[in-house]
């Protein structure tokens, strides 16, 4: 019995120890985060459009090759998530494969920062089918009745007499909003709208699935799928580098960088470096149109 | 002096257990009052009835259409199946488990389910998109694979090892004694199972039929995967179809919103009636429990 009390009392102190030991390593940390606060002189924050994200990250790498005292942390988010942490300040470089909206500008002006836009690179949105679909051409009007529903049988614009499987991406997806915009206007889109969360998602589907069509990032574009071909008043555009960076292919947009008017030094030779030679050339190895 | 620092020690104690209970509460309190704020902020600008009732969920510019009924009908279908294709196999392998099975292969079955909760559910979600979603369509020549159906065989996947291992506590904690007196009346064992043993358990497998719903009424990603989250209300086929969850709609679509936006808002409102849910299907299981433990 007064073992056991015994027993108590030192359970009791070992746990104490412990206790001790947790509210030190919390203290070390924080003084270790406080620590890294201090670093972000050198430290550039880049983060919003997911679609940008593969080219800022191999980007952000070769440079810090070569400037080992810039830290450039890459992240995601979505291009509104990178506009939004523009606005309060929390990144320094805001990725978005769509223009900057009015409202947002003006979100950021009432909070001291006033964006300013640099194109980095063009893309282009390819439409994928299954390849053993007869389909070669549509038109951007067959393509939103399409994705409206008005067409929903592969017969209708050639091909064989099968439902159409259409498929999309979330709201959340910078590709999808650009879709959006360009083919369907102020039309609805259908509500049975086969959604996906990813571009490997749809690439997926359309790969296992004959009726099935949507679309991806040129860029994407694989032997497993078919892409195609836009028709515009009867001639066919596919989405090559040449046709994207004339904007002739129908669905081409560019690829922003938003940083404020007073950007911090480190991140304003960042951008610099992706408009050179070099920044460039990696632009047209991830697959996208170069702008310069 | 020694008392002294022992009593310091055990009040320091106290304080700190007390701040961790009360911690854990507070987090609750918080999360509850941020759902409905913003949930209030929604239903300022959007009437509750169109919501309540709307049949369409189209958030892009255009439409701004915020209709709860095609998510609930996800949310609903995708658990139903996942509760019809789970209870019956957990409840036959909870009984195998704690009736039936020798020592040896119990001991290798108990782990083997647990091992079951440990997979990731993308991994499963995955394994559901590249192996059922094309079986499937091709089986039942479907426009696509990605259909409430995939997505219950998923979930039912994830609910099992909860309802197995929680059934199989109910059923081997029935007092021998009631066994032994079936037996002596002369009924085999067979009889003696489904006479006496699970309906002395019954109480304890429901509340791990409904745990198991909770399980599979909050997964996100897998079903993410798997369903098509096409947001419809599938009248004709509902397990055929693809259908859109409430979970998965707010890990879709929560990425790109702008913050302060009535779809931002929106989001948080049905992430609100997604905690009522769960809410009420822990009450349902606490209840279910209790009545178990007085029942003993």
């Given at each position: 019995?007064?073992?056991?009390?015994?027993?108590?009392?030192?359970?009791?102190?070992?746990?104490?120890?412990?206790?001790?030991?947790?509210?030190?390593?919390?203290?070390?940390?924080?003084?270790?985060?406080?620590?890294l606060?201090?670093?972000t002189?050198?430290?550039?924050?880049?983060?919003?459009?997911?679609?940008?994200?593969?080219?800022?990250?191999?980007?952000?790498?070769?440079?810090?090759?070569?400037?080992?005292?810039?830290?450039?942390s890459?992240?995601?988010?979505?291009?509104?998530?990178?506009?939004?942490?523009?606005?309060?300040?929390?990144?320094d470089?805001?990725?978005?494969?769509?223009?900057?909206?009015?409202?947002?500008?003006?979100?950021?002006?009432?909070?001291?920062?006033?964006p300013?836009?640099?194109?980095?690179?063009?893309?282009?949105?390819?439409?994928?089918?299954?390849?053993?679909?007869?389909?070669?051409?549509?038109?951007?009007?067959?393509?939103?009745?399409?994705?409206?529903?008005?067409?929903?049988?592969?017969s209708?614009?050639?091909?064989?007499?099968?439902?159409?499987?259409a498929?999309a991406?979330?709201?959340?997806?910078?590709?999808?909003?650009?879709?959006?915009?360009?083919?369907?206007?102020?039309?609805?889109?259908r509500?049975?709208?086969?959604?996906?969360?990813?571009?490997?998602?749809?690439?997926?589907?359309?790969?296992?699935n004959?009726?099935?069509i949507?679309?991806?990032?040129?860029?994407?574009?694989?032997?497993?799928?078919?892409?195609i071909?836009?028709?515009?008043?009867?001639?066919?555009?596919?989405?090559?580098?040449?046709?994207?960076?004339?904007?002739?292919?129908?669905?081409?947009?560019?690829?922003?960088?938003?940083?404020?008017?007073?950007?911090?030094?480190?991140?304003?030779?960042?951008?610099?470096?992706?408009?050179?030679?070099?920044?460039?050339?990696?632009?047209r190895?991830?697959?996208?149109?170069?702008?310069? | 002096?020694?008392?002294?620092?022992?009593?310091?020690?055990?009040k320091?104690?106290k304080?700190?257990?007390?701040?961790g209970?009360?911690?854990t509460?507070?987090?609750?309190?918080?999360?509850?009052?941020?759902?409905?704020?913003?949930?209030?902020?929604?239903?300022?600008?959007?009437?509750?009835?169109?919501?309540?009732?709307?049949?369409?969920?189209?958030?892009?510019?255009?439409?701004?259409?915020?209709?709860?009924?095609?998510?609930?009908?996800?949310?609903?279908?995708?658990?139903f199946?996942?509760?019809?294709l789970?209870?019956?196999?957990g409840?036959?392998?909870?009984?195998?488990?704690?009736?039936?099975?020798?020592?040896?292969?119990?001991?290798?079955?108990?782990?083997?389910?647990?091992?079951?909760?440990?997979?990731?559910?993308?991994?499963?979600?995955?394994?559901?998109?590249?192996?059922?979603?094309?079986?499937?369509?091709?089986?039942?020549?479907?426009?696509t694979?990605?259909?409430?159906?995939?997505?219950?065989?998923?979930?039912?996947?994830?609910?099992?090892?909860?309802?197995?291992?929680?059934?199989?506590?109910?059923?081997?904690s029935?007092?021998?004694?009631?066994?032994?007196?079936?037996?002596?009346?002369?009924?085999?064992?067979?009889?003696t199972?489904?006479?006496?043993?699970?309906?002395?358990?019954?109480?304890?497998?429901?509340?791990?039929?409904?745990?198991?719903?909770?399980?599979?009424?909050?997964?996100?990603?897998?079903?993410?995967?798997?369903?098509?989250?096409?947001a419809?209300?599938?009248?004709?086929?509902?397990?055929?179809?693809?259908?859109?969850t409430?979970t998965?709609?707010?890990?879709?679509?929560?990425?790109?919103?702008?913050?302060?936006?009535?779809?931002?808002?929106?989001?948080?409102?049905?992430?609100?009636?997604?905690?009522?849910?769960?809410?009420?299907?822990?009450?349902?299981?606490?209840?279910?429990?209790?009545?178990?433990?007085?029942?003993?």
């Amino acid at each position: 019995m007064k073992k056991q009390g015994l027993q108590n009392i030192k359970n009791a102190n070992k746990s104490f120890a412990s206790v001790t030991i947790l509210a030190a390593l919390i203290l070390i940390s924080l003084i270790g985060a406080g620590c890294l606060g201090q670093e972000t002189d050198n430290n550039v924050v880049v983060s919003g459009s997911t679609s940008i994200l593969p080219l800022a990250q191999s980007l952000s790498e070769k440079y810090m090759e070569i400037h080992n005292e810039t830290v450039i942390s890459v992240k995601g988010g979505g291009s509104g998530t990178g506009i939004a942490e523009l606005i309060d300040g929390s990144n320094d470089i805001a990725m978005a494969s769509r223009k900057i909206k009015d409202t947002e500008v003006t979100n950021a002006q009432a909070n001291g920062i006033n964006p300013v836009e640099h194109m980095i690179a063009k893309d282009g949105i390819a439409v994928i089918v299954h390849p053993a679909n007869p389909v070669k051409n549509l038109t951007l009007e067959q393509l939103q009745k399409i994705y409206s529903g008005e067409i929903r049988n592969w017969s209708e614009v050639g091909g064989n007499d099968e439902e159409i499987a259409a498929i999309a991406r979330d709201s959340s997806s910078g590709t999808q909003e650009f879709f959006t915009e360009a083919v369907m206007g102020d039309v609805e889109l259908r509500s049975d709208l086969i959604t996906q969360s990813a571009t490997g998602a749809v690439t997926q589907e359309v790969m296992q699935n004959q009726k099935a069509i949507g679309f991806i990032n040129a860029a994407y574009q694989n032997a497993n799928l078919k892409t195609i071909g836009l028709d515009v008043n009867g001639t066919v555009f596919m989405p090559t580098e040449e046709n994207v960076l004339s904007e002739k292919y129908p669905l081409s947009r560019g690829l922003y960088l938003y940083t404020d008017a007073n950007v911090k030094e480190q991140a304003d030779e960042f951008i610099q470096y992706i408009f050179s030679t070099e920044g460039q050339k990696i632009v047209r190895e991830m697959g996208y149109t170069a702008v310069q | 002096m020694k008392r002294n620092m022992r009593n310091f020690n055990e009040k320091t104690m106290k304080f700190l257990f007390f701040i961790g209970g009360i911690g854990t509460i507070l987090i609750l309190l918080l999360i509850c009052f941020f759902l409905l704020a913003e949930t209030a902020n929604f239903l300022k600008t959007y009437p509750i009835w169109d919501f309540l009732t709307g049949t369409e969920w189209k958030p892009d510019e255009a439409s701004r259409k915020f209709g709860l009924l095609p998510l609930l009908a996800g949310t609903f279908i995708t658990t139903f199946g996942a509760v019809l294709l789970a209870v019956p196999i957990g409840i036959l392998s909870a009984v195998y488990i704690a009736e039936l099975a020798g020592p040896k292969t119990a001991e290798i079955l108990k782990p083997a389910v647990e091992l079951l909760a440990g997979i990731p559910s993308v991994v499963l979600g995955f394994f559901g998109l590249v192996l059922l979603v094309p079986t499937f369509q091709s089986a039942f020549d479907l426009t696509t694979g990605q259909t409430a159906l995939t997505g219950s065989i998923i979930l039912a996947i994830m609910a099992l090892p909860t309802i197995i291992s929680v059934s199989e506590d109910a059923i081997s904690s029935v007092p021998a004694s009631l066994k032994q007196g079936s037996f002596a009346l002369g009924s085999n064992h067979w009889q003696t199972i489904y006479k006496v043993t699970i309906p002395a358990a019954l109480s304890g497998i429901s509340a791990a039929v409904i745990l198991g719903v909770g399980r599979a009424i909050g997964e996100t990603m897998a079903v993410m995967m798997v369903t098509g989250n096409m947001a419809i209300i599938p009248w004709s086929e509902p397990f055929l179809s693809s259908v859109r969850t409430i979970t998965a709609t707010i890990a879709l679509e929560m990425g790109e919103v702008a913050q302060g936006t009535e779809h931002y808002y929106a989001l948080f409102t049905i992430g609100a009636v997604l905690f009522l849910l769960t809410i009420i299907i822990n009450g349902i299981a606490d209840a279910v429990k209790r009545k178990h433990h007085r029942g003993e």
